[in-house]
């Protein structure tokens, strides 16, 4: 078992993940004294689902400041009206896990608003990882908990995307035309990486343009996949980028495109892309690396930069390749980016192994040295 670095907040909180991202486990190890009400446990979930008042009972039974944890909330949305008056009357604190935030968001999860904090947990870190950490195993086959702790990766990994249609997707009812939702989730999967074209997705995945938005919107609320936009000085600009879209786990990604063998050229630069992204996206959850992300990608030039961070008024750029051996011409985007007010670092990440600073003043840094200054904060300038 690994030990994971999200801290466990004092105060009630929703915690999100996708399936197999390891909340139960985290609850488990930070708040081992918990009253627990496991709604994957089908007899509990029916008691409830037929009588939700008896959850009321059982809270008057626990002292101001007890800790009350809920697994799979989403389940039982109606649940969190005795929630949020065990939180108003008796002082209980609650640890509400989920892995969509679809149904509560449709019951009024803004009830809670100021009562609970909001935290989601991804796939392992490298520095959870410790010494088994391997870039290439992780492009390979992702970093979830779940398949981590498999002794059959490639067959847990397809069993995971079969289990997603059938228990996240069917089960909730959330779309009617599986087969159709099937050929989308292989398409989308092959989007990776890439902008958002609902026309072309539609077309390849035989559905129309109007259900494909659904389904996206399927996969984000049940955070299997990230939507991320464009920066642009002019938000009347902005609005016109389409994202890019990005899966949370290398591994999930090529189970839902039929893809568990040896990692391809073609496809490593998108693999490791997207992770760096869910890394960052981790950290940010308990070390504020910044307040908003973006690509950037000015309307000429042809050139691109994958994040743009920014936190206050500075920002910090960084380009991700999959290469070895650096060269010149990988800067090209950060060279670019150098005149947007405000950037105060460009970080270009690759595969090498050298640290080195251009003429330009362009940090070149391997992957472990990255996650690494994410890891101590050292990724903004001192």
Not at 9 to 18: I, T, V, Y
Not at 164 to 179: F, G, I, S, T
Not at 210 to 218: E, P, Q, R
């Amino acid at each position: 078992m690994y030990e994971r670095l999200l801290p466990p907040p004092q105060s009630s909180f929703f915690l999100f993940g996708a399936r197999g991202t390891g909340k139960t486990t985290w609850s488990r190890a930070c708040f081992p004294d918990a009253h627990r009400v496991d709604l994957l446990d089908e007899a509990r979930y029916q008691e409830l689902l037929v009588s939700p008042g008896i959850l009321a009972a059982e809270l008057r039974a626990f002292d101001r400041g007890s800790w009350v944890v809920i697994d799979e909330v989403q389940r039982l949305p109606n649940l969190l009206n005795e929630v949020h008056r065990a939180i108003e009357d008796r002082g209980l604190r609650f640890g509400l896990l989920g892995s969509s935030a679809r149904k509560l968001r449709a019951a009024g999860v803004n009830l809670l608003a100021g009562r609970a904090l909001r935290r989601a947990l991804f796939g392992l870190l490298p520095a959870e990882l410790g010494g088994d950490f391997d870039i290439e195993e992780v492009l390979r086959y992702g970093s979830l908990p779940l398949v981590k702790m498999s002794s059959e990766r490639r067959e847990t990994l397809d069993a995971y995307v079969r289990l997603y249609l059938r228990e996240e997707v069917q089960a909730e009812a959330l779309v009617r035309n599986l087969p159709g939702f099937a050929r989308f989730l292989q398409v989308a999967a092959l989007a990776h990486g890439q902008l958002t074209n609902v026309s072309s997705i539609a077309r390849d995945a035989a559905v129309s343009r109007s259900t494909v938005a659904g389904y996206l919107d399927v996969l984000e609320d049940t955070l299997l996949v990230t939507r991320l936009s464009a920066y642009e000085a002019k938000l009347r600009v902005r609005e016109r980028k389409h994202p890019k879209l990005y899966w949370i786990d290398p591994g999930v990604v090529r189970a839902a495109k039929s893809q568990t063998g040896p990692v391809a050229d073609e496809e490593r630069g998108a693999l490791l892309e997207g992770w760096l992204l869910s890394v960052l996206r981790a950290y940010n959850e308990f070390k504020e690396l910044y307040e908003e992300i973006h690509y950037w990608a000015p309307a000429q030039g042809g050139v691109e930069v994958d994040f743009v961070l920014r936190r206050g008024r500075e920002f910090l750029a960084v380009e991700v390749k999959s290469q070895r051996r650096f060269t010149s011409s990988l800067t090209k985007g950060l060279r670019a980016i150098v005149d947007l007010p405000g950037i105060v670092r460009r970080i270009l990440v690759y595969r090498g192994d050298r640290i080195l600073v251009t003429e330009d003043g362009i940090d070149v840094w391997p992957v472990e040295r990255f996650v690494e200054a994410v890891d101590l904060d050292e990724l903004w300038p001192a």
